[in-house]
């Protein structure tokens, strides 16, 4: 019964990259194949948990766990969101997160003193710091190429988390929480530990909160607090734009969901709405359950994995703008056909982009 959970997890991950990179496959849409490539890194993460449960822990199960779990699958994932919403201005957002995970990995290092982290931490901190500055300027000019940065911040970090991981020494072959059975990272040098931090903080908030801007940025809207990020403002006017932003996304976001449930009711909804909505469920879950688990609170880890996926899955099946049609992957088996928006979500969304342009802010076609 131990594998049960994992075993799921992991089929539903992999089942997910698959779909997804069939989808890449047919519309070469970059945000699905970096998605796949999350997804199976969480698949093989959970296969390793269930493969464990069933037979054991060994050295390799416990390295590949952790590189593929604990480091790389929220960065991906949150890559991913970001290619998605590259011609927005949540670039800015996705600046602050990877300035603040290079200040929170300084910090956790001051905290926590972890062995063989040596100079890592400052240098962690330096690269975050340098990154943030270039996404932030790129967004500002309205260059969509601002999600180019982040990619080279993540694919170096996933480089040097697998070099790392390969060549770390361990003092045993895998330690488990000797209250769950669950594996902890005790065993492996702070200058690995400390890139969980900056991947996942970074990849965790642009996949949920990017999900919840997305959604905001597709439903019917009621500005209660109106904002501007147009570049061509005053200085002074336009910090004080960026400082209101996310609370004034946060009240509207509220403030339109009476209509946009209205929407729904109507069938005028667009899909990317629900979806997303479904989507910010599934990052949050597994996000504080990982949390829970390296704070040494492991209970609730396969549980939070599971429902992870599960909301992840049924968001990107809801979505229309991922999986246009639902097919047998690789193959030309359809399980339902080419579906489109309503051409009065079509509309909504179009005047939405219309007025969020006006703000400083573009969205992306639907459909596109």
Same mark, same amino acid.
């Given at each position: 019964?131990?594998?049960?959970?994992?075993?799921?997890?992991?089929?539903?991950?992999?089942?997910?990259?698959?779909?997804?990179?069939?989808?890449?496959?047919?519309?070469?849409?970059?945000?699905?194949?970096?998605?796949?490539?999350?997804?199976?890194?969480?698949?093989? &993460?959970?296969?390793?948990?269930?493969?464990?449960?069933? !037979?054991?822990?060994?050295?390799?199960?416990?390295?590949?766990? @952790?590189?593929?779990?604990?480091?790389?699958?929220?960065?991906?994932?949150?890559?991913?969101?970001?290619?998605?919403?590259?011609?927005?201005?949540?670039? @800015?957002?996705? &600046?602050?997160?990877?300035?603040?995970?290079?200040?929170?990995?300084?910090?956790?290092?001051?905290?926590?003193? @972890?062995?063989?982290?040596? /100079?890592?931490?400052?240098? @962690?901190?330096?690269?975050?710091?340098?990154?943030?500055?270039?996404?932030?300027?790129?967004?500002?000019?309205?260059?969509?190429?601002?999600?180019?940065?982040?990619?080279?911040?993540?694919?170096?970090? /996933?480089?040097?988390?697998?070099?790392?991981?390969?060549?770390?020494?361990?003092?045993?072959?895998?330690?488990?929480?000797?209250?769950?059975?669950?594996?902890?990272?005790?065993?492996?040098?702070?200058?690995?530990?400390?890139?969980?931090?900056?991947?996942?903080?970074?990849?965790?908030?642009?996949?949920?909160?990017?999900?919840?801007?997305?959604?905001?940025?597709?439903?019917?809207?009621?500005?209660?607090?109106?904002? /501007?990020?147009?570049?061509?403002?005053?200085?002074?006017?336009?910090?004080?734009?960026?400082?209101?932003?996310?609370?004034?996304?946060?009240?509207?976001?509220?403030?339109?969901?009476?209509?946009?449930?209205?929407?729904?009711? &109507?069938?005028?909804?667009? !899909?990317?709405?629900?979806?997303?909505?479904?989507?910010?469920?599934?990052?949050?879950?597994?996000?504080?359950?990982? !949390?829970?688990?390296?704070?040494?609170?492991?209970?609730?880890?396969?549980?939070?994995?599971?429902?992870?996926?599960?909301?992840?899955?049924?968001?990107?099946?809801?979505?229309?703008?991922?999986?246009?049609?639902?097919?047998?992957?690789?193959? /030309?088996?359809?399980?339902?056909?080419?579906?489109?928006?309503?051409?009065?979500?079509?509309?909504?969304?179009?005047?939405?982009?219309?007025?969020?342009?006006?703000?400083?802010?573009?969205?992306? &076609?639907?459909?596109?």
């Amino acid at each position: 019964m131990q594998a049960l959970l994992p075993t799921l997890t992991a089929f539903l991950a992999l089942a997910m990259s698959i779909a997804l990179a069939d989808q890449w496959r047919e519309r070469r849409q970059p945000f699905q194949l970096v998605w796949a490539i999350g997804m199976a890194f969480y698949g093989i &993460a959970a296969g390793c948990e269930a493969l464990a449960a069933a !037979s054991g822990w060994n050295e390799v199960l416990y390295r590949t766990w @952790y590189l593929t779990g604990a480091v790389l699958t929220a960065g991906w994932l949150g890559l991913g969101t970001a290619l998605l919403l590259s011609k927005t201005r949540f670039g @800015y957002a996705v &600046a602050i997160s990877i300035f603040l995970a290079g200040l929170f990995t300084l910090l956790t290092q001051a905290k926590y003193h @972890y062995e063989g982290a040596g /100079s890592t931490p400052i240098l @962690y901190f330096i690269g975050a710091g340098l990154l943030a500055l270039a996404i932030a300027v790129e967004t500002y000019f309205q260059n969509e190429r601002w999600p180019a940065f982040m990619a080279v911040g993540v694919i170096a970090a /996933s480089v040097l988390a697998l070099f790392l991981t390969i060549t770390a020494s361990l003092a045993q072959p895998y330690q488990l929480d000797p209250a769950t059975g669950q594996p902890v990272a005790d065993l492996f040098p702070g200058s690995l530990r400390l890139l969980t931090p900056f991947l996942n903080i970074t990849g965790g908030f642009a996949l949920a909160f990017g999900a919840l801007f997305s959604a905001y940025m597709f439903m019917p809207k009621r500005r209660v607090l109106p904002y /501007s990020l147009d570049p061509n403002q005053p200085g002074d006017h336009f910090l004080f734009n960026l400082l209101i932003a996310p609370v004034a996304i946060l009240v509207n976001l509220f403030a339109s969901l009476p209509s946009a449930g209205r929407a729904l009711l &109507a069938g005028q909804l667009h !899909s990317r709405v629900p979806a997303t909505i479904l989507i910010c469920v599934g990052a949050f879950i597994p996000t504080v359950t990982d !949390s829970l688990n390296r704070a040494g609170s492991t209970e609730l880890f396969q549980v939070g994995k599971f429902l992870g996926v599960v909301f992840l899955f049924t968001g990107f099946l809801v979505s229309i703008e991922t999986f246009r049609e639902i097919r047998v992957p690789f193959t /030309s088996i359809k399980i339902r056909t080419a579906r489109r928006e309503h051409e009065l979500v079509q509309d909504g969304a179009a005047a939405a982009t219309t007025v969020e342009s006006a703000e400083g802010t573009t969205a992306e &076609a639907p459909g596109a």
